[in-house]
C-alpha cells in the first residue's frame, strides 16, 4: 500500500501510473481534443519546481516538504520534463 494514496484508486496513463513521459501526455492530450497541452504541462511543471519554495514560505516542516518534494520526483522520468529539478 502506498503510504501517501492508501487503497484509493490511481489512474494510469498508457498502461502506467509512473514515468508516465511526456509524450505520453500530448499524445492523450492530442486524443482528448485538449489544446495547448505543452504551454499546460509548463504551467504544471513551474508549479512543482516552486513547490519547496512555497512549502517554506508557509511553515510546512522541511523534513515534510522534502518527503513529499521526492514523492513527486518519484513520478517524474530524469530528465523528460524541460525545467523541472
Known amino acids: 500500500m502506498n503510504k501517501f494514496i492508501g487503497d484509493r484508486h490511481v489512474l494510469t496513463l498508457s498502461g502506467?501510473?509512473?514515468?508516465?513521459?511526456?509524450s505520453d501526455i500530448l499524445r492523450f492530450a492530442e486524443q482528448g481534443d485538449i489544446r495547448n497541452a505543452s504551454s499546460i504541462l509548463e504551467e504544471i511543471t513551474d508549479a512543482v519546481n516552486a513547490f519547496p519554495?512555497?512549502?517554506?514560505?508557509?511553515g510546512?516542516?522541511?523534513?515534510?516538504?522534502?518527503?513529499?518534494?521526492?514523492?513527486?520526483?518519484?513520478?517524474?522520468?530524469a530528465?523528460?520534463?524541460p525545467g523541472a529539478k
Open 79 to 81: 530528465g523528460e520534463y
Open 60 to 77: 510546512i516542516d522541511s523534513s515534510v516538504c522534502s518527503l513529499i518534494n521526492e514523492h513527486i520526483k518519484s513520478y517524474i522520468p
Open 16 to 22: 502506467q501510473n509512473r514515468q508516465v513521459t511526456r
Open 53 to 58: 519554495e512555497v512549502a517554506a514560505e508557509i
